[in-house]
């Protein structure tokens, strides 16, 4: 299986560059990453597919511009993260995926400190952060590792947020067309499970997890849950 690098300065020489291709050996999947407008873009082999990256400083700007017109306090992410009036925790984000959350977490105004174990969505994440000129991005902190690993070496944590890939028998929909590279990419994260329960071993304040709305638990039963249209916040709160 394939590693095709079109075009940017990703040498052959850099670890990088090992990581990536030694992935596509390992995992026999062929990744395509192209350098479009300053960073590099996830291709799919399905030429009906988009492209896919992350437009960091686009996505802060459309998240501020909206909340200038509408009230953090009413986003049930918000209320589920414990954000309040002057109050703004920190948040351990353990998957960061393509950013989305995290870059809500800190449109909200929360110091966010993100975790991938993906190698390939790992490079685009640091791809997009070395293009990002947004002074928010001071606010966030990458690192490359696995959820479990990180945890076991900084346990104390104010909020933990989890959104784990893992479908359970509720999920019936197909994922969005723009997902879908994503997904088959990144497969489903069989040991979200054995996560939860390290996160929630180490006692924080707050551990919040993701879940399509009519979908099963991830651990125990949650002290609170906030729904939304499609999805769900679980938290779960330290005992007394
Ligand atoms: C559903 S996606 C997260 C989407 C993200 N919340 C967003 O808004 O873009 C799950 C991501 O977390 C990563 N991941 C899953 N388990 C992990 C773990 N234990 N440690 C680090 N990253 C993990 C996966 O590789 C995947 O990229």
Known sequence: ?????IGGQLSTKSQDYEILSSFCLT???SVSLEWIEGQYWLHS????ENPMT???DKELDRHLAYFKKSSIHKEVFARAIGVKSGIRPKVLDLTGG???DSLLLLSFGCEVTVLERHPVVSFLIKSALSNSRHPLIQQLHFQALDAQEYLSRFPNQDVIYFDPMFEDANEKTLPKKEMRIFRSLVGKDQDAREVWLRAHACGPKRL????PRLSVFLGQDPDISFEGKATRYDVYLPKE
């Open 1 to 5: 299986m394939k590693l095709s690098i």
């Open 27 to 29: 995992s026999g999947q």
């Open 45 to 48: 082999s399905n030429p009906k």
């Open 98 to 100: 393509f950013l989305g």
């Open 208 to 211: 919040v997890v993701k879940r």
């Open 54 to 56: 992350i437009e960091i």
